[in-house]
């Protein structure tokens, strides 16, 4: 499926560089502000935030193949030079590998190219806030693991919708019940007590070994009232 070429030879002028394919761009900590990389996607089915970076001036089109497990690569998207990411919703949980491939216009296939391996594992069920619930300025966030004897770590993050700040929480271990924190817990959620105004929050699972492996909750948004 991936095809390997080598340097051609224009007929009045020395071999062309070869074609490499971009390398896939690597997944943000968990508690990093900015997220970026090839990550689990914040949403209610099961995506994929594939990212690259961006290739070099000489190609024209780039072809971003999928595999499920170790089953062969299937073309998933034919792209633009200027794409440099997309979201992939998957069938299933599990693990998908991605790898890419870059043309020029003279029909060469990148020499080489980078393959990248996610891991889907199930969503954690927000339970508080709930969606477009109103709490006061010191909302309780709640939300329950649904399976047994797989025990993640977990990350809560809230953002503000007029202004795109957010709040991060530590990475956490899950106990008994419900896992419960409030907005104080720890130095990245500072200033305890939200302002007034409109918020989304979710939970995101989190493998500390593994940046590949783990799932995003879809986003609820909530109110805070003074």
Known sequence: MLALSSCVEPPNGPALAPLVAPSFVS???????EERGVDAEASAELGIHVEWHRPSEAVTDVSLYRAEGGSAFALLAGLAPSDTAMIDFVPNLGTWSYALEVHDSENRVSASTDTVAVTLIRKADPISPAPQSSSGPSPVF?????????????VVRVEALDNGSNWISPLMEFFEGAETIETEYGPELEPPDLL???YRWRVDAVDPSDPYRGSESLWIAFEVSS
């Open 142 to 154: 709640q939300w329950s693991w649904p399976e047994a004897g797989t025990l993640p770590r977990f």
């Open 196 to 198: 007034p105004g409109s």
């Open 27 to 33: 997944p943000s900590t968990p508690t990093a502000s």
